[in-house]
């Protein structure tokens, strides 16, 4: 009795235990999936698109003067990313329990593209306002040369606001920059920047 058992134990475990051919489509279905992660992981011909706005930038706001400052946009990791530093004009500065410090505003956002759900992405911090890390969703329209960016902001308890950016390439020397945020159910534009590329 105690033998049947025991042979019934190793006949059930056995039987339990994938086999060869088994093993092999799992090996290759699992190669299969990491080649597809791979080839998604790389730049694309998107990619290229916001390659055309690496470099260093002067920017201003055309009605507000006093509005300006510098821009560098580099890419990381073969192009896959591309890190924006901003450096802006002099304000007062948020340091924590209440007090303010002057200095210039400072923004440093993350731009790429993200093949498998195929939209532009930007994560965007700053020095002044908002404790939040923005994630702004884009897309590309190539026959007006402009990205459209959306994304939310809840920079106070509750008061939730819905932005958008537009980004217009109007040549290798030049972009414009729409932001826009709604008020009462309709879109208003808070701010306009103008781009040059600045002389190496």
Do not use: C
């Amino acid at each position: 009795m105690v033998i049947f058992v025991l042979l019934l134990s190793i006949t059930t475990t056995f039987a339990q235990l994938p086999s060869n051919a088994n093993k092999q489509g799992n090996t290759k279905n699992e190669n299969d999936i990491m080649t597809r992660m791979l080839d998604y992981s790389g730049p694309s011909e998107n990619h290229a698109i916001l390659d055309q706005l690496a470099g260093k930038w002067n920017f201003m706001d055309p009605k507000r003067s006093f509005i300006k400052g510098t821009l560098s946009r580099k890419p990381i990791y073969d192009g896959r990313f591309y890190i924006v530093e901003i450096t802006g004009g002099k304000l007062p500065l948020p340091v924590g329990n209440g007090k303010m410090k002057d200095g210039n505003y400072q923004n440093l956002q993350i731009e790429g593209y993200d093949n498998p759900k195929a939209k532009f992405v930007t994560t965007s911090v700053n020095n002044h306002i908002g404790s939040d890390i923005e994630m702004q969703i884009g897309s590309f329209n190539k026959e007006k040369n402009t990205f459209t960016y959306e994304w939310e902001t809840e920079l106070v308890p509750g008061l939730k606001k819905t932005n958008t950016r537009i980004l217009r390439i109007v040549d290798k020397q030049h972009y414009i920059e729409e932001y826009f945020e709604m008020q009462d159910g309709r879109q208003v534009k808070i701010r306009e920047l103008d781009y040059a590329r600045s002389p190496e």
